[in-house]
């Protein structure tokens, strides 16, 4: 998937609108708690500022319920922007559109930023509004995509405003986080270094046949673990006590299973519980002997060690979503194993499909040490679907 970049346009004296992600998560006090997204970003935006260019920057934040609603301001990123860009001016626009941000953009000097509100403050982004998408594009003369983790959304900001933007000659361009995602994800799902292995867990099979769908035939050996391994156990005839299993998605499963053979790779031990609780008793057995009255809530240690003997020679690994639930510390032994394991591979791409799977790598302290942490969720899982994302797609082709 070959997109142009900033690398493919001068943006001297050039007003820049830039689409980023800055959903960040707030305490009560709206204070950032975590400006990890906010930092990614500045790559991009410190590139196009320090060669003469104005920045416009707009983000969504939350679910805002209304323009009214405003503990969904994006006052407090403004701040932490300014405090990462302390030779830079940030001015917060106090609306989306308006005549006090074609003020702003007016009288901006290159190097300096505005960081228009919250984009969801306007009904014209979720519908994806022309004349709004109009609006936006006549601030800038030039559009760049650095919010990989909303590429999957066809808002306003994200497909209507790239579009207005081309119409009116204006580049329409890739930053450089979404760049990396495009070629890493990319080049897991089009054209891995062998042996391919993905690791698939998460509570649901049905959230990801999509992804089991498009990989089966690419990868050399899938991993799963987490909620969604039960529904396969009992599709295998394995009773599997009071843990969750997606009756309806059985015949999947089996469908599945017979199409992979022996790439499939399941638990063949776990820790089975008694209650859904950070203390509840727990137990390692086989798969085989899963208490009737105990829930499976992470991979055993055998199972750890099978996993691990499958990463071991592999050249790619794609990872999306834990092997248990690992926000209690007693069931996150097998997702921090394997974690750990990735982190480990000295000759290997190392990718993580964003939400739950980089949270987990965070947490262990490791994500400087695999290749790539998908700033996605949703994004990363649509494009290992092999879906087309709309803020992807949009951009111009190199």
Same mark, same amino acid.
């Given at each position: 998937?070959?997109k142009?970049?900033?690398?493919? *346009?001068?943006?001297?004296?050039?007003?820049?609108?830039?689409?980023?992600?800055?959903?960040?998560?707030?305490?009560?006090?709206?204070?950032?708690?975590d400006?990890?997204?906010i930092?990614?970003a500045l790559?991009?935006?410190?590139?196009?500022?320090?060669?003469?260019?104005?920045?416009?920057?707009?983000?969504?934040?939350?679910?805002?319920? %209304?323009e009214?609603?405003?503990?969904?301001?994006?006052?407090?990123?403004?701040?932490?922007?300014?405090?990462?860009?302390?030779?830079?001016?940030?001015?917060?626009?106090n609306?989306?559109?308006?005549?006090?941000?074609?003020?702003?953009?007016?009288?901006?000097?290159?190097?300096?930023?505005?960081?228009?509100?919250?984009?969801r403050f306007?009904?014209?982004?979720k519908? %994806?509004?022309?004349?709004?998408?109009a609006?936006?594009?006549?601030?800038?003369?030039?559009?760049?995509?650095?919010?990989?983790?909303?590429?999957?959304?066809?808002?306003?900001s994200?497909?209507?405003?790239?579009?207005?933007?081309?119409?009116?000659?204006?580049?329409?361009?890739?930053?450089?986080?979404?760049?990396?995602?495009?070629?890493y994800?990319?080049?897991?799902?089009?054209?891995?270094?062998?042996p *391919?292995?993905?690791?698939?867990?998460?509570a649901?099979?049905?959230?990801?046949? !999509?992804?089991?769908?498009?990989?089966?035939?690419?990868?050399?050996?899938?991993?799963?673990?987490?909620g969604?391994?039960?529904?396969?156990?009992?599709?295998? #005839?394995?009773?599997?006590?009071?843990?969750? =299993?997606?009756?309806?998605?059985?015949?999947?499963?089996?469908?599945?299973?017979?199409?992979?053979g022996?790439r499939?790779?399941?638990?063949v031990? =776990?820790?089975a519980?008694?209650?859904?609780?950070?203390?509840?008793?727990?137990?390692?057995?086989?798969v085989d002997?899963?208490?009737?009255?105990?829930? =499976?809530?992470?991979i055993?240690?055998?199972?750890?060690?099978?996993?691990?003997k499958?990463?071991? !020679?592999?050249?790619?690994?794609v990872?999306? #979503?834990?092997?248990?639930? *690992?926000?209690?510390?007693?069931?996150?032994?097998?997702?921090?194993?394997?974690?750990h394991?990735?982190? !480990?591979?000295?000759?290997?791409?190392?990718?993580?499909?964003?939400?739950?799977?980089?949270a987990?790598?965070?947490?262990?302290g490791?994500?400087?040490?695999?290749?790539?942490?998908?700033? #996605?969720?949703?994004?990363?899982?649509?494009?290992?679907? !092999?879906?087309?994302?709309?803020?992807?797609?949009?951009?111009?082709?190199?």
């Amino acid at each position: 998937m070959n997109k142009k970049t900033i690398r493919d *346009f001068d943006p001297a004296g050039k007003r820049v609108l830039v689409r980023v992600d800055f959903n960040v998560p707030q305490d009560d006090n709206l204070t950032i708690t975590d400006d990890v997204r906010i930092r990614a970003a500045l790559p991009t935006l410190e590139y196009l500022l320090e060669r003469g260019a104005s920045l416009i920057v707009m983000s969504h934040l939350g679910r805002p319920k %209304g323009e009214g609603d405003r503990r969904y301001s994006m006052a407090p990123v403004a701040g932490r922007l300014q405090t990462l860009l302390p030779w830079h001016r940030v001015h917060l626009a106090n609306q989306v559109i308006g005549p006090q941000v074609q003020a702003l953009v007016e009288h901006l000097l290159p190097g300096d930023i505005v960081l228009l509100e919250n984009l969801r403050f306007a009904e014209g982004e979720k519908k %994806g509004d022309p004349a709004f998408a109009a609006a936006i594009a006549a601030l800038g003369d030039a559009y760049v995509n650095d919010a990989f983790g909303t590429s999957h959304r066809a808002d306003g900001s994200m497909y209507a405003v790239p579009q207005a933007m081309r119409a009116k000659g204006g580049p329409v361009v890739a930053g450089f986080l979404v760049e990396k995602e495009i070629a890493y994800l990319g080049q897991a799902v089009t054209n891995p270094r062998r042996p *391919f292995v993905a690791i698939l867990g998460g509570a649901k099979v049905s959230d990801k046949i !999509g992804v089991i769908t498009n990989l089966l035939d690419r990868v050399d050996a899938l991993l799963i673990g987490g909620g969604m391994a039960n529904t396969f156990l009992a599709a295998q #005839g394995k009773a599997m006590g009071k843990s969750l =299993v997606e009756t309806a998605a059985l015949d999947t499963a089996r469908e599945l299973l017979a199409r992979a053979g022996d790439r499939l790779h399941l638990p063949v031990d =776990v820790v089975a519980a008694t209650a859904f609780a950070a203390d509840a008793e727990a137990e390692i057995v086989s798969v085989d002997a899963v208490p009737p009255e105990s829930m =499976v809530l992470d991979i055993g240690p055998a199972t750890v060690a099978a996993f691990q003997k499958v990463l071991e !020679g592999s050249h790619t690994v794609v990872w999306n #979503g834990p092997l248990g639930v *690992f926000e209690f510390p007693r069931f996150a032994a097998g997702t921090f194993a394997i974690a750990h394991t990735l982190a !480990g591979l000295s000759d290997a791409i190392t990718v993580i499909g964003g939400g739950d799977s980089a949270a987990a790598i965070n947490q262990a302290g490791l994500a400087d040490k695999v290749t790539h942490v998908s700033t #996605g969720g949703g994004a990363s899982l649509e494009f290992l679907e !092999g879906k087309e994302l709309p803020g992807i797609a949009v951009l111009d082709d190199a």
